[in-house]
């Protein structure tokens, strides 16, 4: 059974693959599981082989802030697992996040595309 929530993250990813492929990157993967963590969309941008991660929200709270710093360590591993596996050179590896917003009738209130993200360090 997809849930409320299912449907709004592939849509959320459709709009942001959408966005991706607008600025000539080129998608070449979607929903990528990487051991227990799951990439939402692998792409090309020139030498980069960029993992992204799509948030989307609707309502009040902001999907960018959504994102917490164990997630993004967690997206860089699995970045890392992505590479071993598909023998892709890890310096050509980045981490991006698009953040939708929607308003309350479900259309798109701002994109942001944030590029080469830093993996914030863990806790000590």
């Known amino acids: 059974m997809v849930t409320s929530r299912r449907r709004l993250g592939d849509f959320g990813e459709r709009v942001a693959a959408h966005r991706l492929e607008s600025f000539g990157m080129r998608v070449l993967d979607r929903n990528v599981r990487v051991g227990r963590i799951e990439i939402d969309l692998v792409a090309e941008d ?8 799509v948030r989307t929200r609707r309502g009040q ?11 993004l360590r967690r997206m860089w591993q699995a970045a ?3 590479c071993e596996e598909h023998n892709v050179d890890p310096e050509r ?11 309350a009738d479900g259309t798109a209130r701002t994109i ?9 360090e863990a806790p000590e």
Do not use: M, T
């Open 61 to 71: 709270a902001a999907a960018a802030e959504s994102l917490a710093p164990a997630k």
């Open 93 to 103: 590896a980045r981490i991006d996040v698009v953040a939708i917003d929607l308003a």
């Open 80 to 82: 890392g697992g992505y």
């Open 46 to 53: 020139g030498n980069d082989v960029v993992f992204v991660e």
């Open 112 to 120: 942001d595309h944030f590029r080469g993200i830093e993996i914030p």
